[in-house]
């Protein structure tokens, strides 16, 4: 290869063959195909699949991500079927859950009445007029190094910086039945950054 072949090959075509690399290695992937729990384990807790969704049907506990993810980029669709007081989650980066409690400690994108969207103990995430009351919703959830950032319904929630460890773990559905009734997720999909 002449000097001149070399120059363009290393400043010129290697980044371009790189930059392609990485965007295809960032796929977004469906973690839901609308007909099975494949993919994911339930712990203590009841649900199925019920038209296309995810039907949280009973239990304190999670629909929770067969492996763990690092950083992503998560989005669903959600929607509570109780009248009022309704309450679910999404909890991401944990790696235990420790008895009695039926969830992990943090981190949880809160879906509870009054409070959806927000994640507890960070104030800087409370958001407000931005889910549809028993309504189909978009939930766009970023995850990266310390910091995270939410969209709902395709308008930007939140932006903060702080996460702390584990910096990898599995993702979960948070079903309360009991207290916070039954719940739908559908179109959900991750994309690994």
């Known amino acids: 290869m002449n000097p001149r072949a070399r120059f363009l090959f290393w ?15 960032a796929k977004r992937i469906s ?5 099975s729990l494949q993919g994911w384990k ?7 699949v019920q038209e296309g969704a995810i039907f949280l049907k009973a239990g304190n506990g999670l629909v929770q991500t067969e492996r763990k ?6 989005e669903f669709e959600w929607k509570a079927l109780k009248s009022e007081k309704w309450d679910s989650g999404i909890y991401f980066r944990y790696d235990t859950i420790t008895p009695p409690r039926p969830w992990p400690r943090r981190y949880q994108v809160n879906l509870r009445q009054g409070e959806e969207g927000s994640i507890p103990g960070l104030k ?7 889910f549809r ?8 959830l970023t995850v990266r190094g310390t910091t995270a950032t939410l969209e709902v319904n395709g308008r930007p929630a939140w932006s903060i910086d702080g996460l702390e460890a584990p910096f990898e773990g599995y993702v979960g559905l ?3 039945v009991a207290g916070g009734g ?3 997720f559908r179109k959900i999909y991750l994309t690994e950054l």
């Open 11 to 25: 400043f010129v075509l290697l980044p371009l063959v790189a930059s392609f690399g990485f965007a295809a290695a």
């Open 69 to 74: 993810y690092r950083d992503f980029v998560f």
């Open 31 to 35: 973690l839901f195909d609308g007909k």
């Open 174 to 176: 948070q079903s309360e």
């Open 124 to 130: 800087e995430t409370l958001t407000k007029g931005l």
């Open 42 to 48: 339930l712990v203590t807790c009841e649900a199925e």
């Open 133 to 140: 009351d028993r309504e189909w919703n978009a939930v766009k």
């Open 182 to 184: 039954q719940h739908l």
